[in-house]
């Protein structure tokens, strides 16, 4: 009896130790299952022996859990994005992700329902909307004004533009349009410019028929100057066909009649003042001539035509013989 007596004495005295054991490590355990770690797992004999390199070891220590992943991704991203540039969908993605965008604005109540345009005359509104780049697609909450006013500046009909966005949907567009001034030709290419000089649009159209015709490197930059100049001579000016600028110095006028007038390079209002009078009182434009050359400031130059050259030579041959008669 003494020896069970014992015995259930020393089983009760150990029960608190064990349960407090137990509970030790079921706290241990719940405490590595909230943060997430592993219990560490019994290497192999050949791992004990054999350690890893050292490059391993210390992407092992230092290198972020889950990071593997992370760099997977960012390596399938950015295939993906080489692959679109290198097979020129760059313009494709960019236009999809803002029509998407665009969509979504419109769907909230920024889509464009009116439009403005005050100041065109040459152009329609479908061809300011075109040259702007504002479809119908296009959402007021992310058009940018500023780079519709580049778009519309670049083209060579406007000369200024202003865009205002007037929330919730108009949009209103102010332009100042060039006005087709002259006719300018050049190595065979005739095109429509601007007083300024600027290239407006090959010459297709025949409304831009009666425009006056310049001809000649540097005549589009110059002609403004030059035909405000010869306006000044009605006489003139009605008979002109083309004004051609020779060498980047000076004008030739070439009449509707084929006549060739050689303006000098200085004084040329004083040469087509001189050029009116002498139409008036002598019909110099009606005489049989081809080219009249003013280049020289004190004497005028008269080139016959091919007939009246002839005419000229007969008549003089028939003084000679009549002088030689008389002797």
Do not use: C
């Not at 479908?126 to 479809?135: C, K, N, Q, R, Y």
């Not at 300024?196 to 297709?204: I, Q, T």
């Amino acid at each position: 009896m003494d020896g069970a007596g014992r015995l259930a004495r020393s089983l009760r005295s150990l029960r608190p130790q064990a349960d407090l054991k137990a509970a030790a490590l079921g706290a241990v355990i719940l405490l590595r299952e909230r943060l997430g770690l592993r219990p560490a797992r019994a290497r192999p004999r050949s791992e004990r022996e054999h350690p890893p390199h050292w490059l391993i070891a210390l992407v092992e220590r230092y290198f972020p859990h889950r990071a593997g992943v992370a760099a997977t991704l960012l390596l399938l991203l950015g295939s993906a994005a080489f692959g679109i540039v290198r097979g020129g969908h760059v313009d494709e993605l960019s236009s999809a992700l803002g029509d998407t965008r665009n969509a979504i604005a419109n769907a909230a109540g920024f889509r464009i329902t009116s439009v403005a345009i005050n100041g065109r005359r040459q152009l329609s509104q479908d061809e300011v909307l075109a040259i702007g780049g504002v479809t119908g697609r296009s959402s007021l909450l992310f058009l940018d004004p500023e780079a519709v006013r580049d778009r519309l500046k670049a083209d060579p009909w406007i000369a200024e533009a202003t865009v205002l966005k007037l929330y919730p949907g108009q949009l209103q567009i102010d332009i100042t349009e060039r006005s087709a001034f002259a006719l300018w030709q050049q190595d065979g290419r005739l095109s429509v410019i601007a007083d300024d000089g600027a290239v407006l649009e090959p010459y297709v159209s025949r409304r831009f028929l009666k425009l006056p015709l310049v001809v000649g490197k540097g005549a589009e930059t110059r002609a403004r100057d030059f035909l405000a100049l010869l306006a000044r001579y009605p006489q003139v000016n009605a008979v002109t066909k083309a004004a051609i600028f020779v060498g980047e110095r000076r004008w030739n006028l070439r009449l509707k009649d084929g006549l060739d007038i050689r303006l000098p390079e200085r004084d040329v209002g004083n040469a087509l003042a001189a050029l009116s009078k002498y139409d008036q009182e002598d019909r110099l434009f009606s005489r049989d001539i081809v080219a009249v050359d003013m280049r020289l400031p004190d004497r005028l130059t008269v080139q016959l035509s091919e007939d009246a050259a002839k005419a000229r030579e007969e008549l003089f041959k028939d003084k000679k013989k009549k002088k030689a008669g008389d002797a």
